[in-house]
């Protein structure tokens, strides 16, 4: 048994702003994936992964919802004959590893699923991405939907808020000198404390307002950016979220780089901003010229996401 393929998301821009229902912007990345496979002889990674396969199954047999049901039968079965997921895609790294395994048991095994040939209303997304949020927060606490959501689909998705997702058109890439790219922190990072240092820090009013009136303004108009091409109006957005977040996320910047973040500031070489929770994993680089951004970060290991 050989499984449809699985890919990574990245989130571009909309990290903890979602929470507080800014906008946000998934587009999948498709230099990682995974699929559901079968073994005779598992060991190593492919047994452990068998062994968390049973737990999630475990977890599903006790999900109590009108939501969504599963021919758990068949899934029990298939695991007791060697199934295991095999993946490409770097746990602890932001960009949806759990996420892929959600969309591909669903797609495997449960009833009545909606499919990407349909046509997505947003009813539609809305019902997948509650399917979604049930199914992942067996891996990490109380997930979104979000990530396998993206996965399932393979397209880019346009958060407009919590209840108002659409599929996004993205401009096609350019053979320009601008680009996207991941920068390897060579860390893990784990997204649940991440997410309880930023639910204490709401506590505070000074940082509820700073998320309002500017995280989530430069946010947006991010988005509004790179949905229309405007690139020029683009890195100046992006640098002041890399500023916003320096000054207000350090905590989810691993120590290493803050000195580096700082760099693409002054120099305007790059600049930095998260990719999820933050705490390790990649960090997600803005810049208007690779070459320099690759000769300023050198030493580094950088991977191309989006050409400008």
């Known amino acids: 048994m050989k499984g449809p393929l699985f ?11 979602i929470i507080r229902d800014s906008k946000g912007l998934a587009i999948p990345y498709n230099a990682y994936r995974g699929a559901l ?8 990674a492919t047994k452990k992964s068998n062994e968390n396969l ?5 977890y599903l047999t006790s999900l109590n919802s009108d939501l969504i049901s599963f021919n758990l039968q068949e899934f029990k079965t298939d695991l007791e004959n060697g199934m295991y997921f095999d993946s490409s895609i770097p746990q602890g790294y932001g960009v949806g590893s759990s996420g ?3 969309a591909s048991v669903y797609d495997k095994y449960a009833h009545d699923k909606i499919t990407v040939l349909e ?11 509650g399917v979604f949020s049930l199914m992942e927060s067996f891996f990490h606490g109380n997930s979104s ?8 689909l393979s397209l880019p998705i346009l958060i407009n808020s919590k209840e108002h997702l659409e599929p996004a058109g993205i401009p096609s890439q350019k053979e320009g000198k601008g680009a996207v790219f991941l920068l390897d922190s060579e860390q893990i990072g784990e997204t649940e404390p991440m997410v309880n240092i930023f639910m204490n820090k709401m506590k505070n ?5 700073m998320l309002n009136e500017e995280f989530v303004t430069y946010t947006d108009a991010c988005i509004e950016d790179f949905l229309h091409g405007n690139v020029a109006s683009l890195f100046g957005n992006v640098k002041s979220l890399s500023k916003v977040v320096l000054k207000n996320f350090k905590p989810m910047i691993p120590d290493a780089f803050h000195k580096v973040w700082e760099k693409g ?5 790059y600049y930095l901003k998260l990719c999820g929770s933050g705490g390790g994993g990649y960090i997600l680089g803005f810049t208007e010229d690779y070459q320099k951004a690759q000769e300023s970060l050198k030493g580094y290991k950088l991977e191309l996401v989006y050409r400008f």
């Open 7 to 17: 890919y990574a998301k990245i989130l571009l821009f909309g990290e903890y702003g």
């Open 37 to 44: 496979k079968t073994s005779e002889n598992l060991e190593g």
């Open 54 to 58: 049973y737990k999630f199954y475990i």
């Open 100 to 102: 892929a395994l959600v």
């Open 119 to 129: 046509n997505l209303t947003r009813e539609k997304l809305l019902k997948l991405k």
């Open 145 to 152: 939907g979000l990530d396998p959501l993206n996965s399932y």
């Open 205 to 209: 009013e000074g940082f509820r307002k």
């Open 265 to 269: 500031i002054k120099t305007n070489d």
